[in-house]
């Protein structure tokens, strides 16, 4: 029943291919290799598919292409034995489905010889079931070396915490992948060497893993040019600016240095902004230019100024930046009093202070305000704007 099944879907796919001939081309590939397996006798692929399914949460389509990496099998007991150590160390459906799907060896690994310690030792760094999930479905290769417990450690001495250690594996899934002695150890010490602190080479690690792993001329590299900006290894901004840094060209950084002078920022004032906020570096022409030209055409500010508080630049123009000058704007509007350096306070403040300050406090004043507030932040208003033009 099963492969009469398979094989109409065959068919099926056959006839939509003579019209989208560049569709279904891994799908009918798995399927010639199943309904081959199954008519030569050997049913390998038939009972994997069925158990992947079943068992690891898999669709039909992604057990039909995992199984071509278990086709040797003769019966699913020994995938069985790893899934339900798996799920006796915590791992759900939707783990062991990821797990599966990026590395299907694991399906074919040691439960209790290569499984079981390197869980294990994930444990006794102090992870908890959900952790070791988390960290095997991120690249569940990492059972397959053997000094688990020392990359651990020395990832955990590096980033002070295991919070620190899972927030980076979402970062660069690779992490414990890498070679200490060849990749990660000269960076570090580089790094340690041009004067940065152990908190804050945490923090670069957190932000940018891949960047202690890279080449030592081009981390040397990277160090000077963030130097060449007048920020030293001694301000808190340094490991910022090394991040905004990384990756960036030459020549991209020189249009966005450009740009920003177009909007009359001397060589002083624009130095001064990327020493307060060197995230505005990582940001695109096309944001740079829109906030810009939102603070200086639309709400009013100086350059100058702009350039005193760079954060401003960062914020999001459609949830923040626009729905709150619009609060301040109507507020004037009634003669309600908003307070000095009114537009720096309003965008820094939480969003459960903003309402409480800026609307539920004149809401005998301006009723309106809060659903008008809303309707901004969610976009209803832009939507109603543009259907009835």
């Known amino acids: 029943m099963w492969l009469a099944g398979q094989l109409r879907q065959l068919q099926a796919c056959r006839r939509c291919h003579l019209f989208f001939p560049h569709s279904g081309g891994a799908l009918l590939a798995s399927l010639r290799l199943v309904s081959s397996g199954e008519l030569s006798g050997g ?3 038939h009972f994997m598919v069925d158990y992947l399914v079943d068992s690891c949460g898999l669709s039909t389509s992604e057990a039909l292409r995992v199984s071509l990496n ?18 006796e160390e915590g791992l759900e459906v939707a783990d062991i489905r990821c797990v599966v799907l990026k590395v299907p060896r694991v399906l074919l690994a040691g439960a209790e010889k290569t499984l079981r310690p390197k869980i294990g030792a994930l444990h006794g760094a102090g992870f908890s079931g959900r ?71 945490a923090a670069l690690i957190v932000r940018r893993p891949r960047l202690v792993s890279g080449k030592p001329e081009r981390i040397r590299s990277l160090f000077e040019w963030v130097r060449s900006l007048g920020i030293t290894p001694d301000s808190r901004r340094f490991v910022e600016a090394l991040a905004s840094l990384d990756n960036l060209s030459r020549a991209t950084f020189d249009a966005k240095v450009e740009l920003l002078r177009s909007f009359g920022w001397t060589q002083q004032e624009l130095l001064s902004a990327i020493h307060r906020f060197p995230v505005i570096l990582r940001y695109s022409e096309k944001k740079i230019q829109a906030m810009m030209e939102f603070l200086l055409k639309v709400v009013g500010c100086d350059p100058s100024y702009v350039a005193r508080h760079p954060t401003l630049v960062g914020y999001s123009m459609e949830k923040r930046l626009m729905p709150r000058f619009f609060v301040l704007q109507s507020l004037r509007t009634k003669g309600i009093p908003t307070g000095g350096n009114c537009l720096l306070s ?16 004149h809401g005998e004043d301006a009723p309106e305000l809060l659903e008008a507030y809303r309707d901004l932040c969610s976009g209803k208003a832009k939507e109603a704007s543009a259907g009835g033009e």
């Not at 278990?70 to 150590?85: D, G, M, Q, W, Y």
């Not at 590096?158 to 980076?168: F, S």
């Not at 060497?193 to 804050?200: A, T, V, Y």
């Not at 309003?346 to 406090?361: C, T």
Request: charged share 30%; with cysteine; net charge positive.
């Open 70 to 87: 278990l086709a040797h099998l003769k019966s699913p007991e020994k995938p069985a034995t790893v899934v339900r150590l798996l799920r």
């Open 131 to 201: 952790d070791v999930a988390q960290i095997l479905s991120a690249n569940p290769n990492i059972v397959f070396f053997r000094d688990v417990p020392r990359r651990v450690e020395f990832w955990k001495k590096a980033l002070g915490t295991n919070q620190n250690l899972l927030k980076t594996l979402k970062r660069d899934p690779r992490l414990l992948c890498y070679s200490l002695e060849n990749r990660v150890g000269p960076g570090l010490c580089l790094l340690r060497d041009l004067g940065i602190p152990e908190d804050r080479l």
């Open 346 to 361: 309003a965008m820094l403040v939480s969003e459960e202070s903003f309402v409480e300050r800026y609307i539920l406090r």
């Open 43 to 45: 049913g390998a692929a």
